[in-house]
């Protein structure tokens, strides 16, 4: 059963354009939606995480949205740079000290 | 502030044999999350150990095991290999109060 679906599997996206990943989830009990992203050789390394209450969080080039009735959320990046060209995964959980229900994750490059 | 460190980097290993993971958390981390990256099946939580507890254990057979020693750090030990337990073994760490899991870079860990 998979808990968090993420799509698209991979996404090739101009230097300086928007560059999406959406992702869904089921089990209405997790309660934390972080973002990890991973270069290759690397650990995921957390970018960005928001709670149910919130319908949006932005940090930087980087903005979540939550949409909490339709059980699904988003990471946006504005501007996209060849330097964000890695993996990304959507992850959910009941906390943050929770395991970890992570999507498949998404291979983004950023064309220069 | 130092990361989350794993040794070994690499390892490779033969069908039935088996092995030991080793993970120090960071400074003050008091919790410390296994997880598996395999080809295909992205990543999926196998253990979590709080305090020297086992919290937590997703859905892997009893020969993947471990414990987390008075210092924090921790060990993975699997038993009686098998080909599809190639993978990278990520640990990841977390303080106390419901703080957000960091994670090291893995143990990238093949099955001949």
């Known amino acids: 059963q998979q808990q968090v679906k993420q799509s698209p599997q991979s996404l090739i996206v101009q230097k300086g354009g928007i560059s999406i990943i959406n992702c869904a989830y089921e089990?209405?009990?997790?309660?934390?939606f972080p973002w990890y992203q991973q270069f290759p050789g690397k650990g995921p390394a957390l970018l960005i995480a928001i709670r149910p209450d919130v319908s949006e969080k932005k940090e930087g080039r980087f903005t979540i949205s939550f949409n909490k009735s339709a059980k699904q959320f988003s990471l946006h990046i504005m501007d996209s740079q060849p330097g964000d060209s890695a993996t990304y995964f959507c992850a959910a959980s009941k906390s943050r000290d929770d395991k970890i229900i992570f999507g498949k994750g998404t291979r983004l490059h950023i064309l220069p | 502030e130092a990361g989350v460190t794993q040794s070994p980097t690499h390892l490779i290993k033969t069908r039935g044999q088996q092995v030991t993971l080793r993970c120090s958390p960071i400074?003050?981390?008091?919790?410390v999350y296994w997880y598996q990256q395999a080809l295909g099946l992205g990543l999926q939580f196998l253990l979590w150990?709080?305090?020297?507890?086992?919290?937590n254990r997703g859905n892997f057979p009893p020969r993947f095991s471990g414990r987390q020693f008075p210092n924090y750090s921790s060990e993975l030990n699997v038993n009686a290999l098998e080909l599809e337990d190639s993978a990278l073994y990520l640990c990841?760490?977390?303080?106390?109060?419901?703080?957000?899991?960091?994670f090291g870079d893995g143990t990238r860990l093949s099955i001949l």
């Open positions: 990841a760490s977390s303080g106390v109060s419901n703080q957000p899991q960091h």
């Open positions: 089990n209405t009990a997790f309660d934390y």
């Open positions: 400074s003050g981390h008091t919790s």
């Open positions: 150990y709080d305090e020297g507890e086992e919290r």
